[in-house]
Nanobody
């Protein structure tokens, strides 16, 4: 199990941008992993947001964030980022980072676990 720590959440207004970070242990080799972002809005189930395969930068996005969010990684910092632009009130949620061996997928059950997440609130 890869230990991950999310950060970067906050309160913003609609139209603003925010960048979330997901940091893994510096000594952890992520070469065989994909890292994903999910979110859970109040009273709703968990929703796939984006994922990136560490070895080749293959990415996958949920339909609701395509064109607005970008997932990227920094090999030197062992960190994955989620750049969120043109935020909308419906983006309000707790955002979770997770990791799995092998390829990216938007199927929640294929991701092994969740951390504490970081809260994003978008006001209208």
């Amino acid at each position: 199990q890869v230990q991950l720590v999310e950060s970067g959440g906050g309160l913003v207004q609609a139209g603003d941008s925010l960048r979330l970070s997901c940091a893994a242990s510096p000594r952890r080799n992520l070469g065989t992993y994909s890292l994903g972002w999910f979110r859970q809005a109040p009273g709703k189930g968990r929703e796939f947001v984006a994922a990136i395969k560490w070895s080749d930068d293959t990415t996958l996005y949920g339909n609701s964030v395509k064109g607005r969010f970008t997932v990227s990684r920094d090999n030197a910092k062992n960190t994955v980022y989620l750049q969120m632009n043109n935020l909308k009130p419906e983006d309000t949620a707790i955002y979770y980072c997770t990791a799995r061996l092998s390829v990216v997928t938007d199927y929640e059950a294929m991701w092994p676990g969740w951390g504490q997440g970081t809260r994003v609130t978008v006001s209208s």
